[in-house]
């Protein structure tokens, strides 16, 4: 039963995580028309694409990232911690070429800080209870 929880709870992580990022991305879209540029024909495809892209880059590029800036983000105190986020940024536009492109630095690290609040508030609220109800259940014994 505990598998099936678990199972569960990681698809539920996933589709969360990725309609956030989706969402994040249409509003930045919408508000920065100049740095972010998502392509018109099928909008919500490529926002969705783009958004799966940076949930699998979190997953497995951005850890190894994270650690190899360690002195770096130390040094500012964390601030550098965003720029990890705009590095994935970038590497997405790179990846789906024309139908993403970000223009331009500090506004692409608003874009990586918003993902960055994002995963913090999700971490944080919804699945701490997600799995903190899993545990004061009982059914796990």
């Known amino acids: 039963m505990r598998e099936k929880n678990n199972f569960f709870i990681k698809i539920v992580d996933w589709v969360i995580r990725i309609l956030g990022y989706t969402v994040i991305l249409m509003l930045m879209t919408l508000v920065f028309k100049n740095t972010l540029y998502i392509d018109n ?5 490529w926002c969705l694409l783009a958004s799966i892209l940076i949930y699998l880059l979190n997953k497995t590029i951005k850890p190894f990232l994270v650690w190899l800036t ?3 983000t ?9 720029f990890i986020n705009l ?14 492109s970000i223009y331009g630095v500090w506004f692409a690290v608003l874009v990586a800080i918003c ?3 994002l995963n913090v508030i999700l971490d944080m609220t919804l699945f701490k209870r997600i799995t903190f109800k899993e545990g004061k259940d ?4």
């Open 41 to 45: 024909s099928y909008y919500g495809f």
């Open 70 to 72: 360690i002195p770096i």
């Open 74 to 82: 130390g040094i500012t105190l964390g601030l550098f911690y965003p």
């Open 87 to 100: 590095i994935i940024l970038k590497i997405v536009s790179f990846i789906l070429g024309d139908h993403f």
């Open 115 to 117: 993902i960055s609040v």
């Open 138 to 141: 009982g059914s796990d014994n």
